[in-house]
């Protein structure tokens, strides 16, 4: 009963600021409503046993990638956006919207989940202890991607260098 | 513990609010931010469903899901600095050099 009430408060407040998010003229309002929801997910996190998750998600989304958006949007000196927004493109951008949500909704409630359970549950998480399970999981099976992703990131590195150089 | 769905469909109404952000709104930082929180919604599915069928590989592409969200930071911010140095704004209607 406490949690539902608990789950509802905290979706609502991010549904509000997600909604804050799209609507907002100024952008360093928008920035801040999506550190918001960025908080909410990290408590979703947190209710559904994944605690280190919630930890990294605060520190890369909520620390990291909102200061260098933040950093940008002073940088760049942006006003608030000015009028002349098309209807049609607004009304056309909604349906299309809509659409995916009843699709999205539509097709995540109505399978039935597999029968087929994984080991990892709430006994084995407060046993062993969530790092560990992402760390195991990440060094054994997950080896491979792992690395690949170091190639993505030093890749992500020189673009963002040679393209914020003087001449482009 | 909560039902699944629940969960699922707030991250399908977080997506659809990103949706409409990246159709309707003209400034470039804006459209990134709301493709920003579709990745978030995506995030939370793998949360909740390697939460309920028990298995953990769902956490660790969500660590994958976030790099790949620092990288898309990292680049697209250059472009936008790239872009205002050259056209003096970020305005997505202004991008329209290949358009017919």
């Known amino acids: 009963m406490l949690e539902s009430f608990f789950f509802f408060t905290v979706a609502a407040i991010a549904i509000i600021s997600g909604i804050l998010v799209v609507t907002c003229k100024n952008p360093i309002n928008s920035a801040l409503s999506l550190v918001v929801t960025f908080f909410c997910l990290a408590i979703f996190y947190v209710m559904l046993d994944a605690p280190f998750l919630a930890a990294v ?5 909520a620390g990291a990638i909102m200061v260098l958006i933040i950093f940008v949007i002073m940088l760049l000196n942006i006003q608030a956006e000015t009028g002349r927004r098309t209807v049609h493109a607004l009304v056309t951008g909604c349906i299309i919207a809509f659409l995916i949500l009843c699709e999205s909704a539509w097709l995540l409630t109505g399978g039935t989940i597999a029968k087929s ?34 190639l993505l990131l030093l890749t992500a590195i020189i673009g963002a260098v040679v393209l914020a150089k003087k001449k482009v | 513990m909560l039902a699944l769905n629940y969960y699922l469909i707030v991250a399908a109404i977080l997506f659809a609010i990103g949706t409409v952000g990246v159709l309707t709104r003209r400034n470039a930082i804006v459209i990134f931010m709301s493709i920003e929180l579709m990745l978030n919604a995506v995030n939370l599915t793998f949360v909740a469903f390697s939460r309920y069928l028990g298995n953990i590989d769902g956490q660790i592409f969500v660590f994958f899901v976030m790099t790949v969200a620092a990288c898309e930071a990292a680049v697209g911010l250059a472009l936008m600095i790239a872009f205002h140095k050259n056209r003096e704004s970020i305005d997505v209607e202004h991008l329209n050099l290949m358009k017919w």
């Open chain 1, 57 to 61: 998600q605060i520190m890369v989304y």
């Open chain 1, 117 to 150: 359970r994984g080991p990892m549950d709430q006994a084995l998480i407060l046993k062993v202890g969530h790092t560990e399970l992402i760390g195991m999981a990440m060094f054994g099976d997950f080896l491979l991607p792992f690395e690949i992703t170091s």
